[in-house]
């Protein structure tokens, strides 16, 4: 089984910065996409940011030029570094990763429980 465990949300001020992080354990051999999608309430869940196993980058056009997306394959983390802020940015934030749990085996598709991110005015 794999796991995705998300950290790094919480409250901060509009114009601020949080650095999320994902962290995938269990029968891994190899992770391919990485991304970060969120849910605003009452809103259907949307990309934020992903990043290939070859480090290419995507991003929504909402927060371009104020989140970056990276990846640490040596430890099977994601981050997403979040500045500027603001409410609308408000969401929970759900880690994706592609994961390979056997050598011949497909890519199978993790997600996080979440966590929350509140942007104040």
């Known amino acids: 089984q794999v796991q995705l465990v998300e950290s790094g949300g919480g409250l901060v001020q509009a114009g601020g910065s949080l650095r999320l992080s994902c962290v995938a354990s269990g029968n891994i051999v190899r992770i391919g996409n990485m991304g970060w999608y969120r849910q605003a309430q009452g809103k259907q869940r949307e990309m934020v940011a992903t990043i290939s196993s070859g480090a290419s980058t995507n991003y929504a056009d909402s927060v371009k030029g104020r989140f970056t997306i990276s990846r640490d394959d040596a430890k099977n983390t994601a981050y997403l570094q979040m500045k500027s802020l603001n409410t609308e940015d408000t969401a929970i934030y759900y880690c994706?990763?592609?994961?390979?749990?056997?050598?011949?085996?497909?890519?199978?598709?993790?997600w996080g429980q979440g966590t929350q991110v509140t942007v104040s005015s």
């Open positions: 994706n990763m592609g994961v390979k749990r056997t050598l011949w085996g497909s890519f199978t598709d993790y």
